[in-house]
């Protein structure tokens, strides 16, 4: 099962190891299909065409390897939908929990991964 989104999917530990592996810039957002998350998955669909140099993925809430980011240390007291966690060269340089604005999102990856290159 997948998010209706136009993202790339990540359904298991192994496909969020590869993406971290693959890519140094990683913005990945952990959610569910409901009204804290779809504005994020918007914010990133808007944005993957500027951000050239960041990849973009979200990952089912519910599913049993999204563990990998539930359970992150980085999480621990998240309360809110969605979990959203950048990474950087495979680890975490930020992560945020609940709804977040385009600027919100903008900042984080202009402060974490570096401003698009026009």
Same mark, same amino acid.
């Given at each position: 099962?997948?998010?209706?989104?136009?993202?790339?999917?990540?359904?298991?530990?192994?496909?969020?190891?590869?993406?971290? *592996? *693959?890519?140094?810039?990683?913005?990945?957002?952990?959610?569910?299909?409901? #009204? &804290?998350?779809? #504005?994020?998955?918007?914010?990133?669909? *808007?944005?993957?065409?500027?951000?050239?140099?960041?990849?973009?993925?979200? &990952?089912?809430?519910?599913?049993?390897?999204?563990?990998?980011?539930?359970?992150?240390?980085?999480?621990?007291?998240? &309360?809110?939908?969605?979990?959203?966690?950048?990474?950087?060269?495979?680890?975490?340089?930020?992560?945020?929990?609940?709804?977040?604005? &385009?600027?919100?999102?903008?900042?984080?990856?202009?402060?974490?991964?570096?401003? #698009?290159?026009?």
């Amino acid at each position: 099962m997948t998010l209706d989104t136009n993202l790339t999917h990540i359904t298991s530990a192994d496909e969020w190891k590869k993406i971290l *592996e *693959e890519n140094e810039n990683v913005m990945i957002c952990c959610g569910r299909m409901g #009204p &804290m998350c779809i #504005p994020v998955y918007g914010i990133m669909e *808007e944005l993957e065409d500027e951000y050239k140099h960041v990849k973009f993925a979200d &990952m089912l809430f519910d599913l049993p390897d999204a563990a990998v980011i539930r359970n992150a240390p980085e999480a621990k007291g998240f &309360m809110g939908l969605p979990f959203t966690m950048y990474y950087k060269n495979g680890k975490v340089v930020k992560a945020t929990s609940s709804i977040q604005s &385009m600027e919100q999102v903008r900042t984080i990856l202009d402060e974490q991964f570096g401003k #698009p290159q026009n």
